[in-house]
């Protein structure tokens, strides 16, 4: 007996084993769902895989790369030399050599496939966003959302609204220059032009050597209360503004009626009391200087210093009203620059997210990006006017309960009552009007978030190709196994032919030998057997004549048939790369079409 044939010693590498593992893993989590299939050799899994990511990166390379499965040596090798030679276009760090691709190097591959799914992941991304402006600008092209009429209808009336306010809180102009200034004095003409809109200033006077610091210390504290150690410079200041104030006359639009002036009395008393008190002292000051001319100078000397006491006092007590005013501003000076300094961090980060939005800006998308701007600066400017309006509804709803108490206190019962259902009507209008502005504000943050929803809804270019991919995967596997079993169908039918020709065969035999004794008893019937034993031999040969040309049918057959099945490869190949010209084309022609809109 032959002894049996010694298998080769194989040792299998643990660590190739575990990258080879990781590749199909990573390949799967990238999308290539085909690397799952059992039946496929390692091979084709991760060639396959690098294929996809190549084809999937959507980098312009001259190379047709047409992955096969179960292809020749041939096949396998110029397949590998190709993307070899494709990788250091693309820029990748790693460097791999053919023969490590065919011989499964996968210490080696891993590093290069993780490279691609990632940069296949990258180019998913970024084409992600710009498919769906895209699909959203061909629907806005020519459909529209009821949404969208809606918006367009409302949104005359909203500027007719802005239109409105815009003209009710435009400066107006209370004073008219009845002549000419003398003199060219920038100044002089820049403070009596503020005189004429209701513009109260006064001027700061910044005492030499000291900082910047100082003196804007000095012009805010003088802008709120004039200066504190400078009292000669305040005449000087009043003294300009009844000048000018000489030289205007009011206009009729700033004409006011008594029941104007009876509400600013009304809120400002307390200023009108302070204003009142200085001009008291002024005019004692000035009165006591008058008779000091006509006493002694002993008298004189006391009332002197008695008035130098008293403006003494009068300036350290405003001394500590403005110690304790600056240091009030020194605070909030703070705060306003921490928020400040926030308020520009959120604007770079703001500018940033725009200039990104910028560089994805195309000619395609342009439209829908705007549209979404528009949308979320109404949105914006519908929530900073709730704010306002909230605040302003406070501010009002204090001054009225103040307006109430103080006229329960000096009017009585009746005119309270009509007064306080006055405030209440207007209190109960201005709430409703709050709540129709956030009914307004909810429904637009719903339609938003409906186009959204809407525009997330449509599917990428990328995903209706990778779904593409799957149903042609699916497809093949289906075909692979309906080819599988059918030649298991065939296989079997061969066999059942196979029996029965020698079941025929044994049958044959065992009438021959049962009847060869008998046969050869006489020469008749040796004779007669020979005939028919030379019959059945001229019926096996002429079977067997049948069956060669059946085969040779059936090889010229196959022969047909695997031409026809190369040139439909050759046709499939070349519809491949056409497709992709024509892609390119069309890329192409988009950006010419955004060259030709912008220009």
């Known amino acids: 007996m032959d002894a049996p044939p010694t298998q080769a010693e194989v040792r299998e590498d643990e660590e190739q084993h575990v990258k080879l593992q990781e590749t199909i893993e990573l390949l799967t989590a990238a999308g290539y769902f085909r690397a799952r299939i059992k039946g496929l050799s390692p091979f084709d899994k991760v060639v396959g895989g690098m294929t996809w990511c190549i084809t999937t990166c959507n980098f312009d390379v001259d190379v047709d790369l047409l992955f096969q499965e179960n292809s020749t040596i041939g096949q396998k090798i110029a397949l590998t030399e190709k993307i070899v030679r494709v990788l250091p276009r693309m820029k990748c760090p790693h460097r791999l050599e053919p023969h490590q691709i065919q011989?499964?190097?996968?210490?080696?591959?891993?590093?290069?496939?993780?490279?691609l799914v990632k940069k296949a992941i990258e180019t998913r991304e970024e084409l992600g966003d710009y498919n769906r402006a895209f699909s959203v600008s061909q629907f806005n092209k020519n459909h529209c959302t009821p949404q969208d009429k809606e918006f367009e209808e409302r949104k005359e009336q909203s500027f007719g609204s802005v239109s409105k306010v815009k003209d009710s809180y435009k400066p107006r102009r209370h004073y008219r220059r009845s002549h000419g200034l003398k003199g060219d004095d920038e100044e002089l003409r820049i403070h009596s032009t503020l005189l004429e809109y209701g513009r109260k200033y006064t001027v700061a006077q910044p005492s030499k050597g000291k900082d910047d610091g100082d003196n804007k210390k000095k012009a805010v504290a003088s802008a709120l209360g004039g200066g504190q150690d400078e009292e000669p410079a305040n005449f000087v200041e009043e003294k300009k503004i009844k000048d000018l104030m000489r030289g205007l006359s009011i206009t009729e639009e700033a004409q006011i009626t008594t029941s104007t002036v009876g509400s600013i009395v009304g809120l400002q008393s307390e200023e009108i009391q302070q204003v009142a008190a200085h001009y008291a002292d002024k005019q004692q000051e000035l009165s006591s200087e008058d008779r000091s001319e006509r006493l002694t100078g002993a008298q004189q000397q006391k009332r002197l210093v008695t008035s130098l006491n008293k403006q003494i006092a009068v300036q350290e007590k405003k001394c500590e009203e403005m110690a304790q005013n600056h240091s009030k501003l020194q605070q909030e000076y703070e705060e306003t620059k921490n928020k400040m300094d926030k308020v520009n961090e959120?604007?770079?980060?703001?500018?940033?997210?725009?200039?990104?939005?910028?560089?994805?800006?195309?000619?395609?998308?342009?439209?829908?990006?705007?549209?979404?701007?528009?949308?979320?600066?109404?949105?914006?400017?519908?929530?900073?006017?709730?704010?306002?309006?909230?605040?302003?509804?406070?501010?009002?709803?204090?001054?009225l309960q103040q307006q109430i108490a103080e006229l329960k206190e000096g009017v009585g019962e009746e005119e309270d009552d009509e007064r306080s259902q006055l405030i209440e009507k207007q209190y109960q209008a201005d709430k409703e009007k709050l709540q129709k502005i956030k009914l307004l504000l909810a429904r637009k943050n719903r339609e938003i978030s409906a186009l959204q929803r809407k525009i997330d809804e449509v599917p990428s270019r990328a995903e209706l190709s990778q779904y593409q991919?799957?149903?042609?995967?699916?497809?093949?596997?289906?075909?692979?196994?309906?080819?599988?079993?059918?030649q298991f169908y065939t296989l079997y039918n061969t066999l059942d032919d196979t029996k029965l020709y020698l079941e025929k065969e044994v049958n044959l035999l065992n009438s021959i030998h049962d009847?060869?004794?008998?046969?050869?008893?006489?020469?008749?019937?040796?004779?007669?057997?020979?005939?028919?034993?030379?019959?059945?031999?001229?019926?096996?040969?002429?079977?067997?004549?049948?069956?060669?040309?059946?085969?040779?049918?059936?090889?010229?057959?196959?022969?047909?048939?695997?031409?026809?099945?190369?040139?439909?490869?050759?046709?499939?190949?070349?519809?491949?790369?056409?497709?992709?010209?024509?892609?390119?084309?069309?890329?192409?022609?988009?950006?010419?079409?955004?060259?030709?809109?912008?220009?």
Request: proline content about 1%; glycine content about 2%.
């Open 103 to 115: 011989g499964l190097d996968f210490i080696h591959i891993y590093p290069t496939v993780q490279w």
């Open 515 to 599: 009847n060869f004794s008998q046969a050869m008893a006489s020469s008749s019937t040796k004779e007669q057997f020979l005939k028919q034993f030379e019959q059945i031999v001229d019926g096996i040969m002429t079977n067997k004549t049948k069956v060669e040309k059946k085969k040779q049918e059936e090889k010229m057959r196959r022969d047909h048939l695997n031409d026809t099945y190369l040139d439909l490869i050759d046709k499939q190949r070349h519809y491949f790369k056409t497709v992709k010209d024509f892609k390119e084309e069309c890329r192409k022609n988009e950006i010419l079409l955004g060259r030709l809109q912008k220009a």
């Open 346 to 399: 959120t604007s770079a980060k703001f500018d940033e997210e725009m200039s990104k939005l910028e560089e994805l800006e195309t000619g395609a998308n342009k439209e829908v990006l705007q549209t979404l701007r528009s949308l979320v600066a109404m949105n914006e400017k519908l929530k900073k006017q709730e704010q306002q309006f909230r605040a302003e509804c406070k501010e009002k709803l204090a001054k």
């Open 469 to 486: 991919r799957r149903f042609v995967e699916l497809y093949s596997q289906v075909a692979s196994t309906h080819t599988e079993t059918k």
